[in-house]
């Protein structure tokens, strides 16, 4: 199939989700300026076009590590659940004030939404917490969202910021996922793989893991595009280095891998939503 057979998907998503790396906030000042700047941008020109959007964003830890440049973090073999907690804490506010710097230059206000499993395993948080999206956006709002690592352990973590963006998607009801990394998309074969009907175990199994700052790499963005697509959301894995990369895909270029949804889209509740993401069990059913 072409890309332009899904002109009407982009021309026609009303509410999107874009998901941010670590790799893509982190390192030298100037690219995370240019990217930021780029970004920026591209979300101008979507709600200008009337659809909302909501930004999931790691690279607090790494933000963090900058601030405490006097510690050798690279020559650590391991960080320790509370030094992780700690740099989150120092590095969350450093994030916001450089996003709020970047959108305000465009005239987007936004507001920042942190949570974790515990939030959502509950009625009453899933409840409180859908809420407080939807009236953001109402108020076109630009939501930034992250997982609260500074209280979180390991037995309450999401486990990835993919899979966070995956659960934004449904808790807003959402129409597209968009996932930003740092290479084309899918390689398979030596070749970016435009299009995926279904994501198969072999796929996993080629898909590697992080290659940057973060945790999740290619394999934990084809899981989320799996689960999203049982919900009939389709999921976009794009390059974030290129310049302008959403508007390009908005527009229905030829740009990274995306993920169909099935035909059928599922009404979202909470009950869908915990067996999509097994949250019962406290697994991420993938």
């Known amino acids: 199939m072409n890309r332009r057979d899904f002109l009407p998907l982009f021309r026609d998503a009303k509410t999107i989700v874009i998901k941010v790396g670590s790799a893509r906030v982190s390192g030298d000042d100037f690219e995370i300026n240019d990217f930021l700047f780029s970004l920026a941008s591209d979300i101008r020109d979507l709600r200008d076009s009337g659809k909302k959007v909501v930004l999931v964003s790691s690279g607090a830890i790494s933000q963090g590590k900058k601030l405490l440049s006097n510690i050798d973090w690279e020559s650590s073999k391991s960080i320790s659940l509370k030094e992780k907690q700690a740099l989150a804490a120092i ?3 450093k994030l916001m004030k450089l996003y709020e710097r970047i959108f305000s230059r465009v005239n987007i206000p936004i507001a920042q939404i942190l949570f974790g499993k515990m939030e959502i395993e509950n009625h009453r948080g899933y409840e409180n917490l ?5 009236q953001l956006l109402n108020w076109n709002i630009l939501p930034i969202v992250n997982e609260n690592d500074s209280i979180a ?7 990835d910021n993919d899979y966070l963006s995956g659960m934004v998607t449904l808790l807003v009801n959402a129409d597209i996922l968009v996932i930003l990394t740092g290479v084309d998309g899918f390689i398979k074969d030596n070749q970016t793989v435009s299009y995926l009907n279904d994501i198969l175990q072999a796929d996993l199994e080629l898909a590697k893991g992080p290659e940057g700052p973060g945790t999740g790499g290619m394999n934990t963005k084809l899981r989320t595009g799996r689960i999203l ?3 009939g959301i389709p999921t976009a894995i794009i390059n974030g280095k290129k310049k302008h990369i959403i ?5 229905a270029e030829e740009e990274g891998t995306l993920i169909h949804g099935n035909q059928t889209r599922l009404p979202m509740d909470e009950k869908t939503f915990k ?5 019962k069990s406290g697994e991420t059913n993938v």
């Open 130 to 134: 859908q809420n407080t999206f939807l």
């Open 275 to 279: 067996e999509l993401f097994n949250m």
């Open 247 to 251: 508007r390009n895909l908005f527009a």
């Open 153 to 159: 352990t390991e037995e309450l973590k999401v486990g």
């Open 91 to 93: 590095g969350q506010s």
């Open 229 to 231: 697509r049982k919900a």
